[in-house]
């Protein structure tokens, strides 16, 4: 049931003065005649009925709506163009409590943003999602979108959209009706009044689901852009309700109670790898413990970096593999260049006792470097009392920074000692892992064969893990 709301007058869940426009404005930055601020007022609308508005995240994209944050007072996001569904999984899955409005037009998610709508929709992300289709980019003064009719003249198409060069016309709510996952999909019109109300409802309902947690609910909503398609306010609605309506018939879609069941088939096959390598792995990964007794005396934000080849990455998810056999939450986020090799490499790993909730690690308090380009670079980042874990055997320079705990460690030399030249990044991992005393070394030894897989080399990566350990005790470092 929609509750009582004002006929006239402001919503709560609207500012009072719109601050961009200056003290005491109170109109939007929208065309006159533009649907933008009717839907967003239905919105607003359905924001105070629900009583939502302290729970509310409106995420608003690039386009002609970008500046919703101005008139929203709820949660703001402003996202890059087309990635609001992406944004929104992450606000969501973190703040579960939280209603994501995830507000886009047809550029933003037809056009550049159509991987991050499909997939969220495939995942059946539980959020609202306002699609704004008035078939123009209209922010940047009238380009041809995925939705523009065939023939319709725009900037970038001055003879008329044209079905072999152009595509045809994308149907959105067709597209989403054609995944599983999505329990609401709805086409609905701004364009008479018995439309607007019809619009309201879906509005309305879209974001009781979320309340309710049912899952993905999507509501297109043609809308009028009198400036882009060179008409005034009323003959762009009557064409909206007399043509556009031809193209994009109106109507629900979609209305299930929960998300759809599986497609037959899809739990019939339970393991299709017959990859030996793969099945060995599994097999490994259950023999790991899950539990962690030692709590963590500190997250760990480390940032592993050196050349390519030096197996930097691999460093990285032998850490995370740990981490993550010790039942802590972990994060891996490589950074390569498109050399493989020879070219630089670094990357962030978090270890956590909590979720995580980036993967950047911008001030690790763990660095190990490599190579001595590595230390000029992230030399300065890292915070007071880090650890900084240095390859001497290559890098020739000493670590400058008098706050930082240093650890100098002939990382390739040991390798090479014990026949395995590339092994440089065991090394180091050991002798962090050591010193910090973040993951026993039993654990560590027990992941080496999931992450550097050559068999082969099994052994020797063992027994340079020992060899670590000792040259460490030698120097009096442990
Ligand atoms: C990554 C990126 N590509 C392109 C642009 C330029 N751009 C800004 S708005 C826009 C189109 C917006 O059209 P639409 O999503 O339909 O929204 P409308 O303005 O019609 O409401 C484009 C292409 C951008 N800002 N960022
Ligand atoms: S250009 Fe079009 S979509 Fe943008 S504010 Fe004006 S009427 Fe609305």
Known sequence: MIGQVQKFGKSDSFYDTY?????????????????HGTIQKLIA???????????????????????????????????????????????????????????????????????????????????????????????TGGQMAPTTPLGRKTLTTPFGRDRDRDGMPMGMAEL????????????????????????????????????????????????????????SPVDARTWMDQQMTLLYPLGNFRDS????????????????????????????????PVMRMEPLSETQRVKIAGFGGQGVLSAGELVATCGMSEGLAVSWLPSYGPEMRGGSANVSVTLSMEDVGSPLVDHPNVLLVMNGPSLDHFEDQVVENALVFV??????????????RTIYIPATDLAQEAG???????????????????????????????????????????????????????????
């Open 420 to 478: 395995l030249v590339s092994a440089a990044n065991v090394v180091m991992v050991t002798a962090y892992l050591l010193l910090s005393k973040a993951i026993p070394l039993d654990t560590l030894k027990r992941c080496i064969p999931l992450v550097l897989r050559k068999k082969a080399f099994l052994e020797k990566n063992l027994s340079l893990v020992e060899r670590t350990m000792v040259y460490l005790q030698e120097n009096g470092m442990v």
């Open 19 to 35: 601050e961009r426009k200056g003290e005491g404005e109170q109109s939007t930055h929208y065309c006159p005649g533009c649907g």
């Open 257 to 288: 109670v929960t998300k759809q069941d599986d497609r037959p088939g899809d739990q019939e096959e339970p393991l299709w790898l017959d990859d030996e390598a793969l099945v060995d792995l599994l097999k490994g990964a259950s023999d790991v």
């Open 45 to 139: 609308q359905a924001i105070d009925d629900l009583k939502i508005q302290d729970r509310t995240i409106f995420l608003s994209p690039v386009g002609c709506s970008v500046f919703a944050y101005y008139y929203y007072d709820t949660g703001n996001i402003q996202c890059s163009h087309g990635r609001a569904p992406a944004v929104a999984t992450g606000v969501k899955r973190t703040v579960k409590d939280a209603i994501v409005i995830s507000y886009q037009g047809d550029g933003d998610l037809a056009g550049i943003g159509m991987t991050e709508i499909v997939h969220a929709a495939n995942r059946g992300e539980p959020i609202t999602v306002f699609f704004i289709n008035n078939a123009i980019y209209g922010m």
């Open 391 to 404: 390859n001497s055997s290559i890098v020739t320079r000493k670590v400058r920074r008098t706050d930082v």
């Open 176 to 231: 989403m009706q054609a995944i599983a996952a999505p329990v609401f999909i709805e086409r609905c019109s701004v364009a008479t009044p018995k439309e607007l109300l019809k619009t309201r409802k879906a509005v309305h309902k879209a974001l009781q689901n979320q309340i309710d947690n049912k899952g993905f609910s999507f509501v297109e909503i043609l809308s009028p852009c009198p400036t882009n398609w060179g008409m």
